[in-house]
């Protein structure tokens, strides 16, 4: 919960405009709450071993999150899609076209030594 909660202070200080925290489904009903208290919109995902996926934010970034996982888990996202929720929730541009071409497995050909 310490994360969660410093992570709703990022978010209300502007450092972020989309967040996602993984916590045990125990926590459904605080992390709901503390939420709807503080007025921000939030998805949250069930997990298999008893766990939960809470992504929170800004509307417009939840609206495409929504749309990407609504019925899916993270690890059932194309590399496309994986590619745009890395950026949503502000992960380096440069880590998320390693992790795109990683997972196209065409990072040799992208990667150019000595440019």
């Known amino acids: 919960m310490q994360v ?24 459904e009903d605080k992390v709901i709450a503390k939420l709807e208290r ?15 996926n809470v992504f929170f934010g800004k509307e417009e970034c939840l609206v495409v999150i929504n749309k990407l996982c609504k019925n899916r888990s993270l690890d059932q996202l194309s590399p496309e899609e994986d590619f745009m929720i890395g950026t949503l ?14 997972r196209k497995k065409t990072e040799s050909e992208v990667i150019v030594e000595n440019m």
Not at 10 to 25: N, P, Q, W, Y
């Open 38 to 52: 503080n007025g921000i919109c939030y998805m949250i995902q069930r997990l298999r071993k008893g766990n939960i």
């Open 89 to 102: 929730l502000g992960y380096s541009v440069c880590e998320q076209c390693r992790r795109y071409c990683k």
């Open 4 to 27: 969660f909660n410093h992570h709703i202070y990022e978010f209300k200080k502007g450092v972020r405009d989309m967040v996602l925290c993984t916590l045990s489904a125990n926590l």
